[in-house]
């Protein structure tokens, strides 16, 4: 017994390396590209097969808008009964699950206890701040195996072994208590994440934690004194070099005063220091109209041997930015920007929300797919495929080409419509999006803010998962009712010929094709 656990030891500390087919953080990569790019078994052809091969309602409590996070995937783990495939979720009550992906069997749960103090009773208690765990945790390799890292509502970040759920290390303070934080991302033995809407009063910007440390240092760069939250559904994005880049919300502009509202960042790694920066010309007025870009979170890439960087915000304007220089000497002059959707200056409903997703072909074009909520602009450049109407809003996708000598995003195709379309993400020609089907307005007619309980009863549409042809936009699968109820700020996993998504009702869904 003793031999076949050494055994056991060594064929885990073997596989520290973890598979590139998994999906381990959020979009699948540091980057957030979403790009499954090992992806063999989903395919153009087999996507018509796709159909539900599990789901299970798990044990959580939704708080305010809050339930279950992105899924993360890791595949293989190895434990006594083999290598196995684990799907791990944040619940929003402080709790974590880890299901098996072949079977929808929850393997093991753990309820973190809140060692907080209690809020002070005067503390805004919303759909903003729900005080819940909202940060979808990430898989990384360490000496002792695979550990899953989450962040709990008190704001610490608890190390678990992927197998037992056991502490690799004592809980350690990374946030502030009760903060809005948003999805981990670890690059080189650090641990990112960042915050926004000041809740527990804490201050917006990006966390670093240094894993290799034995007392584990935190690093911050705050991005504005009052306001410039970072609450892109991805959080953070790494390049391929390790910059960190980031997108900030409304509040001043000011940088000789450290204040970064609606602005780009380029911090280095580890440490976050401020290395370059970019903010647009109209930044007052994105500001003034609440039509800031904390919403999204930029995807990097290489292209022809240059780092790229792609970013939007509720104002629906595109942005394409050299990676060695964001903004130019000025910090104000990309690349490439033009808008696509929010001709009306929506600040709830329209715009590019979540994330984007990029691959490259194999005929090495370079695509970008953005998640539209609302119809294309009637000043935007034409689309020369199109899917239909898209009232309530798309997938869009973009081809990256040199325009005037330097890279420019080329309109290529708009999905049919959807309601609230989910960061989407691409797997071997085809492309994912969840329509989420949740009522999302903010505001009453009368100016007062709606509750959750109001949206959510005012939510009549449900969750569908769609798949698209990635260069035509033509759709070739879609879920219809399958999942009853909605999503809130969601996404979606891919692994090994599944689809993972959650639900608001608590309920993990495995979407799959035949004979896998």
């Not at 911050?220 to 960190?244: E, H, K, L, N, P």
């Not at 989910?422 to 999302?440: H, L």
């Not at 569908?464 to 700020?489: I, R």
Request: glycine content about 10%; overall charge neutral.
């Amino acid at each position: 017994m003793q031999n076949f656990t050494r055994s056991l030891a060594a064929a885990a500390l073997s596989c520290s390396i973890l598979s590139a087919a998994s999906w381990l953080t959020f979009g699948g990569d540091p980057q957030r590209s979403g790009w499954a790019k090992d992806e063999t078994a989903i395919s153009k052809e087999t996507v018509k097969t796709l159909q539900l091969q599990w789901k299970l309602k798990l044990d959580n409590e939704p708080k305010e808008l809050n339930s279950l996070t992105v899924p993360v995937v890791i595949n293989p783990v190895y434990t006594n009964h083999g290598a196995e495939t684990y799907v791990v979720v944040g619940g929003s009550s402080d709790n974590l699950f880890v299901v098996d992906g072949d079977t929808g069997k929850l393997v093991w749960q753990k309820h973190f206890t809140n060692q907080a103090p209690p809020q002070p009773s005067g503390a805004q208690k919303n759909y903003f701040c729900p005080a819940a765990l909202n940060a979808t945790p990430v898989i990384g390799s360490t000496a002792a195996g695979p550990t899953v890292y989450v962040i709990s509502i008190d704001g610490k970040l608890h190390a678990l072994n992927m197998v037992n759920g056991e502490d690799r290390f004592p809980p350690k303070q990374f946030v502030p208590a009760y903060s809005k934080n948003w999805s981990l991302n670890l690059a080189n033995d650090v641990l990112y994440t960042t915050i926004s809407q000041g809740c527990g009063k804490a201050k917006s910007g990006v966390f670093a934690m240094d894993l290799k440390s034995p007392d584990k240092p935190v690093s911050f760069f705050q991005s504005d004194v009052f306001g410039g939250g970072i609450w892109g559904r991805g959080g953070a994005s790494i390049g391929s070099t390790g910059v960190v880049y980031a997108e900030t919300g409304d509040g001043a502009f000011n940088p000789e005063a450290g204040k970064y509202a609606d602005t780009f960042l380029a911090l280095s790694p580890k440490n976050l220091k401020l290395l370059d920066y970019f903010t647009p010309e109209n930044a007052n007025y994105i500001t003034r109209k609440d039509l800031d870009m904390g919403n999204m979170t930029p995807v990097s890439f290489l292209y022809k041997g240059r780092e790229l960087i792609v970013g939007s915000g509720k104002e629906g304007k595109l942005f394409l930015l050299d990676g060695k220089s964001l903004g130019g000497d000025t910090h104000r002059k990309p690349l490439f920007e033009a808008p696509f959707t929010n001709e009306q200056a929506d600040i709830a409903g329209r715009g590019f929300w979540g994330s984007f997703a990029t691959w490259e072909d194999a005929k090495g074009t370079r695509w970008v797919y953005a998640p539209a909520w609302g119809p294309v602009r009637q000043d935007a450049s034409k689309f020369p495929v199109t899917n239909g109407l898209i009232p309530n809003g798309s997938i869009m996708a973009f081809k990256v080409e040199e325009k005037n000598g330097q890279p420019a995003l080329i309109p290529a195709w708009t999905s049919r419509d959807m309601s609230v379309p989910e960061p989407p993400v691409v797997a071997n020609g085809v492309v994912f999006s969840i329509s989420s089907g949740e009522f999302i307005r903010q505001v009453k007619e009368n100016g007062q803010l709606y509750t959750a309980q109001e949206r959510i009863a005012k939510t009549t549409g449900n969750a569908t998962l769609y798949a698209f042809d990635a260069e035509t936009g033509k759709e070739l699968y879609s879920s219809g009712k399958t999942m009853p109820s909605f999503t809130h700020f969601g996404g979606l996993a891919v692994n090994d010929g599944r689809l993972y998504a959650t639900t608001f009702d608590s309920t993990l869904y495995a979407f799959g094709v035949p004979g896998d």
